[in-house]
């Protein structure tokens, strides 16, 4: 059923009239309970009693309210102090990695330079590019090459010792047979009885020591040093270290060399320019 149009506006008007009334009815009630001396009407007692919780509650009600605003704005301010906290935290400890990377680079380089300073020959820094040690030829790649003065037969070292010996070189670039190699060679020397012998290459992570007589004073821990009796490695450059040394089968010891280079930590290397033996003195025969 519709509703007729023109009783809806009238509600309003009519709720206004009644809310009047009651009010002018209260009104009236007050003015007769008022009694002498009073300044309170009963009206106004009753409102106050009814009434009286609610400032309590309203003021309760907006302290925690501001408590509770406040405490958003502490907890973002806290936030974004905490996000600025951690921003700086990774740019220092960003920086902090470099400057250790920076000191350990000053490190290598200051014990490099003390190393090579040590050998009458000329030498030059050169850094290795890539590194093959699982392969059947055990080398690294160095990025000086012929432009650079380097050439076949120069000799590798670092810090701790010997790593090899240059078999190729492009302009820019040499690749470098290390000592672990199969088909390398040196002769070599126990340094505290000055034994000569040979050191060869395994394959693996430890080298050989060979033509040590059976009855010659080899110990574990015994430092074994290039001999400079092979034409290609200067005399005194650190092989390795004998970690066993026993009775071979013939009339030779089977001795083990840990060598003192980490092959695989090399980065900056010392390049040798040793002093070739021409073929003509080689293959003269009186």
């Known amino acids: 059923m519709a509703v ?4 809806i506006p009238r509600r309003p008007t009519l709720l206004f009239i009644i809310v009047l009334a009651v009010l002018f009815f209260l009104m009236s009630v007050s003015s007769q309970t008022r009694y002498v001396g009073e300044t309170r009407t009963m009206f106004e007692r009753t409102v106050m009693t009814i009434f009286s919780p609610v400032p309590k509650l309203v003021s ?4 925690v309210a501001q408590d509770m605003y406040h405490g958003y704005l502490d907890m973002r301010r806290a936030v974004n102090e905490n996000l600025e906290l951690r921003r700086k935290v990774a740019s220092l ?7 250790r990377q920076s000191e350990g680079d000053l490190r290598r380089l200051r014990s490099l330079l003390a190393y090579s300073e040590q050998f009458n020959l000329q030498t030059s820094m050169a ?4 590194l093959d040690t699982a392969g059947r030829f055990k080398s690294i790649i160095i990025d000086s090459g012929s432009a650079d003065g380097v050439e076949v037969n120069d000799v590798i070292a670092n810090a701790n010792g010997l790593v090899g010996r240059v078999v190729l070189t492009t302009r820019d670039l040499a690749k470098v047979q290390l000592l672990t190699d199969n088909n390398c060679s040196i002769g070599s020397l126990i340094e505290r009885t000055r034994r000569q012998g040979v050191v060869r290459g395994s394959g693996t992570s430890a080298l050989q020591m060979f033509d040590i007589p059976s009855l010659s004073d080899v110990q574990a821990g015994d430092v074994v040093l290039t001999a400079g009796i092979d034409g290609i490695y200067p005399k005194g450059i650190p092989i390795g270290t004998v970690v066993r040394a026993d009775p071979g089968q013939s009339l030779f010891k089977t001795i ?4 003192s280079v980490d092959f695989g930590t090399i980065e900056e290397v010392i390049v040798i320019h040793t002093h070739k033996i021409s ?8």
């Open 127 to 130: 850094q290795t590019i890539m």
């Open 279 to 286: 073929e003509n003195v080689m293959r003269y025969t009186p």
């Open 60 to 63: 309760r009600v907006g302290g």
């Open 256 to 259: 083990t060399v840990r060598p």
């Open 93 to 99: 400890t960003t920086e902090n990695l470099k400057l």
């Open 4 to 7: 007729p149009t023109d009783v």
